[in-house]
């Protein structure tokens, strides 16, 4: 980790910072920066070995720094010493609850937070109805000593996307901020917009190192293009182009002897997994899917997948960039479909384990668990190439067949959180939290020196 330094207020010396004596600057500085506003400042090393940073009252005002006792790392360009970074998180829900400000993801948000000591950096969370665009500033919240604070800062030096689905995405309101917090501004958005099932497959299908872990997937054409698939592979799953949380899922089932097929999906008005048979693939489609439009659905191989008492498991793995920009796994967790489940959700009966919980051998488990490590950092390099915007961190839902063999389900932006609930997960859960900050560090530094290289 980078040099963090506590940032000291004092009322007194007006118009100064005052650096710690190890800081050997070998450039003079005349502007002192927080967030995205720069003012001049006059430079002194402190009169005594304090390794803080002290500002003087007025400035720490003009620049409206809070004051919240958080270390924070100094990023030193043009002359100009920034102080932060500063990490605006966006996202849409709010209430008007002191205690709830962000309703049921409020927890969440102040856990993601609350890693701020540990990383250096300054997270607040934010919407679009706190900007005063005439003014730069947001009056954003902060979470500090168990309790939320609203508080008026200068616009972020980078910006976090954690809007929570595809219909607040789909906002123009929120679109035209985006927009012009990137393009006006030139603020850092990292980890813009849901993935989609299909756009993902075509993308990854163009990079050699990766299709051998993409399962043949289809747009839905027609009833002969799934009956081939069905001969091919035995069974196949139905899916929405962009369904999530395993919603609209549906798992259709070939029985060459009798010459029938079956349906396996989740009921979700009564809350249950569903098995039916029928004699045609044809009364299968009519009587399941009726009248529905399958233009947003997508065919996807079937996949034989390694079982833990009879029934299937998928693994759920997580990467995150670092305050270097590199790709780390963060956590993997397997998950064991529920009885008659076609997937490994757990509202759908689905139970988390963790590999030790898995692989009864050690060799086993260290082979899966490499195997695994390796997919996803090839699949994080390649997303990331492919992919317009900035990804900051990426879920995986991964099988290993029968053979060993890897294979790419999905790949979510925006993961969900719930292999986390697991006793022996919480270490993971803290890592991907503050990776998911430490990356900020990352694109602050790049925006300085390189920023051809975050807008290319």
Same mark, same amino acid.
């Given at each position: 980790?980078?040099?963090?330094?506590?940032?000291?207020?004092?009322?007194?010396?007006?118009?100064?910072?005052?650096?710690?004596?190890?800081?050997?600057?070998?450039?003079?500085?005349?502007?002192?920066?927080?967030?995205?506003?720069?003012?001049?400042?006059?430079?002194?090393?402190?009169?005594?070995?304090?390794?803080?940073?002290?500002?003087?009252?007025?400035?720490?005002?003009?620049?409206?720094?809070?004051?919240?006792?958080?270390?924070?790392?100094?990023?030193?360009?043009?002359?100009?010493?920034?102080?932060?970074?500063?990490?605006?998180?966006?996202?849409?829900?709010?209430?008007?609850?002191?205690?709830?400000?962000?309703?049921?993801?409020?927890?969440?948000?102040?856990?993601?937070?609350?890693?701020?000591?540990?990383?250096?950096?300054?997270?607040?969370?934010?919407?679009?109805?706190?900007?005063?665009?005439?003014?730069?500033?947001?009056?954003?919240?902060?979470?500090?000593?168990?309790?939320?604070?609203?508080?008026?800062?200068?616009?972020?030096?980078?910006?976090?996307?954690?809007?929570?689905?595809?219909?607040?995405?789909?906002?123009?309101?929120?679109?035209?901020?985006?927009?012009?917090?990137?393009?006006?501004?030139?603020?850092?958005?990292?980890?813009?917009?849901?993935?989609?099932?299909?756009?993902?497959?075509?993308?990854?299908?163009?990079?050699?190192?990766?299709?051998?872990?993409?399962?043949?997937?289809?747009?839905?054409?027609? *009833?002969?293009?799934?009956?081939?698939? /069905? !001969?091919?592979?035995?069974?196949?799953? +139905?899916?929405?182009?962009? &369904?999530?949380? =395993?919603?609209?899922?549906?798992?259709?089932?070939?029985?060459?002897?009798?010459?029938?097929?079956?349906?396996?999906?989740?009921?979700?008005?009564?809350?249950?997994?569903?098995?039916?048979?029928?004699?045609?693939?044809?009364?299968?489609?009519?009587?399941?899917?009726?009248?529905?439009?399958?233009?947003?659905?997508?065919?996807?191989?079937?996949?034989?997948?390694?079982?833990?008492?009879?029934?299937?498991?998928?693994?759920?793995?997580?990467?995150?960039?670092?305050?270097?920009?590199?790709?780390?796994?963060?956590?993997?967790?397997?998950?064991?479909?529920?009885?008659?489940?076609?997937?490994?959700?757990?509202?759908?009966?689905?139970?988390?384990?963790?590999?030790?919980?898995?692989?009864?051998?050690?060799?086993?488990?260290?082979?899966?668990?490499?195997? *695994?490590?390796?997919?996803?950092?090839? /699949? !994080?390099?390649?997303?990331?190439?492919? +992919?317009?915007?900035?990804? &900051?961190?990426? =879920?995986?839902?991964?099988?290993?067949?029968?053979?060993?063999?890897?294979?790419?389900?999905?790949?979510?932006?925006?993961?969900?959180?719930?292999?986390?609930?697991?006793?022996?997960?919480?270490?993971?859960?803290?890592?991907?939290?503050?990776?998911?900050?430490?990356?900020?560090?990352?694109?602050?530094?790049?925006?300085?020196?390189?920023?051809?290289?975050?807008?290319?």
């Amino acid at each position: 980790m980078r040099n963090r330094y506590q940032i000291d207020i004092s009322d007194e010396h007006s118009g100064s910072v005052f650096l710690p004596h190890q800081l050997n600057l070998d450039t003079a500085l005349y502007k002192i920066a927080f967030g995205t506003v720069a003012i001049d400042a006059k430079f002194k090393q402190q009169p005594d070995s304090r390794m803080t940073i002290t500002i003087s009252k007025d400035i720490a005002e003009e620049l409206k720094i809070p004051t919240i006792k958080i270390p924070l790392h100094l990023f030193i360009e043009n002359e100009t010493m920034l102080v932060g970074p500063l990490v605006g998180i966006f996202t849409s829900g709010f209430t008007p609850f002191p205690m709830r400000p962000i309703g049921e993801r409020s927890m969440f948000f102040a856990k993601l937070l609350s890693v701020s000591k540990n990383v250096g950096a300054l997270p607040f969370v934010f919407g679009e109805k706190h900007i005063d665009w005439e003014q730069g500033t947001i009056k954003g919240l902060f979470y500090h000593l168990e309790g939320w604070r609203t508080i008026e800062v200068p616009f972020p030096n980078v910006i976090y996307d954690r809007l929570p689905n595809r219909k607040s995405e789909r906002q123009e309101e929120l679109r035209n901020v985006k927009n012009r917090l990137q393009t006006e501004y030139l603020i850092p958005w990292y980890n813009p917009g849901f993935f989609s099932k299909m756009d993902i497959y075509e993308r990854l299908q163009q990079e050699d190192e990766v299709t051998r872990y993409l399962p043949e997937t289809q747009p839905f054409t027609s *009833l002969s293009a799934i009956e081939t698939m /069905l !001969s091919d592979y035995g069974h196949v799953y +139905i899916k929405p182009v962009n &369904g999530s949380l =395993g919603l609209g899922i549906h798992q259709i089932i070939y029985d060459k002897h009798e010459h029938t097929y079956f349906c396996r999906y989740r009921d979700h008005k009564v809350d249950k997994n569903i098995l039916r048979k029928y004699p045609s693939l044809e009364a299968l489609m009519k009587h399941v899917f009726g009248g529905k439009k399958l233009t947003r659905m997508l065919v996807q191989q079937g996949i034989y997948l390694l079982r833990k008492d009879q029934r299937p498991i998928d693994f759920r793995v997580h990467t995150n960039k670092d305050e270097d920009g590199n790709w780390n796994v963060t956590a993997m967790a397997a998950k064991i479909a529920g009885a008659g489940s076609v997937t490994t959700h757990v509202k759908s009966g689905g139970v988390i384990k963790s590999m030790s919980e898995i692989f009864d051998n050690d060799a086993e488990k260290i082979s899966a668990t490499e195997k *695994l490590k390796t997919a996803v950092l090839i /699949l !994080s390099e390649a997303l990331d190439e492919n +992919i317009e915007g900035i990804l &900051g961190e990426i =879920g995986f839902d991964l099988g290993l067949d029968r053979d060993g063999r890897v294979w790419l389900f999905e790949a979510n932006s925006k993961p969900g959180r719930s292999i986390f609930k697991h006793p022996q997960l919480k270490e993971f859960d803290l890592l991907t939290r503050k990776l998911s900050l430490a990356f900020s560090i990352y694109l602050t530094e790049q925006m300085l020196t390189k920023p051809e290289e975050i807008f290319r």
